[in-house]
């Protein structure tokens, strides 16, 4: 089904994001969705990575965009439908040298305070004129955003 053009353009936006993302770096869905402009979608941030293309031949795919470096708010990685999922992504960040924990629970775990990666806007758009409102904006808030 293809997508509409609203859709497709907060896929590009989501992408377009994570692809800033630096190595051996993580943020929230949160983080993203506040810095695609729409703070209220942290949940369809996951819906875009979940749906990433895997064909390397499409403008956006598994190998260009760091899908692995987006975690939950509370810094745990996200169960997936698949078991291998979160262990999957755990492998992903721990190549790039970030430290991988486990909780008490079992959940994969990453360090803000170490890994966390959280613009007040996108390193593309500086020098661009491109600000984000300080209204509201609070250090924890920022990266406890689900």
């Avoid at 509409?4 to 692809?19: K, N």
């Avoid at 987006?70 to 979160?86: D, E, F, L, T, W």
């Avoid at 999957?88 to 990453?110: D, H, K």
Wanted: charged content about 25%; some cysteine; hydrophobic content about 35%.
């Amino acid at each position: 089904m293809p997508r509409s053009d609203e859709a497709q353009a907060f896929f590009h936006a989501v992408y377009s994001a994570v692809q800033e993302i630096p190595p051996g770096k993580v943020t929230s869905y949160g983080h993203i969705a506040k810095l695609v402009g729409t703070p209220q979608r942290p949940r369809q941030v996951g819906v875009c990575l979940k749906h990433l293309p895997s064909d390397p031949s499409a403008r956006f795919n598994h190998d260009n965009v760091p899908w692995q470096r987006v975690i939950n708010a509370k810094g745990i990685i996200s169960p997936r439908s698949q078991p291998s999922g979160a262990r999957n992504q755990a492998a992903a960040l721990e190549a790039e040298g970030v430290t991988v924990t486990r909780s008490a629970l079992g959940e994969f775990m990453v360090d803000f305070a170490e890994y966390g990666w959280f613009p007040r806007i996108l390193p593309s758009e500086e020098g661009q004129g491109l600000d984000v409102s300080d209204e509201g904006d609070d250090e924890d808030e920022e990266a406890r955003d689900i």
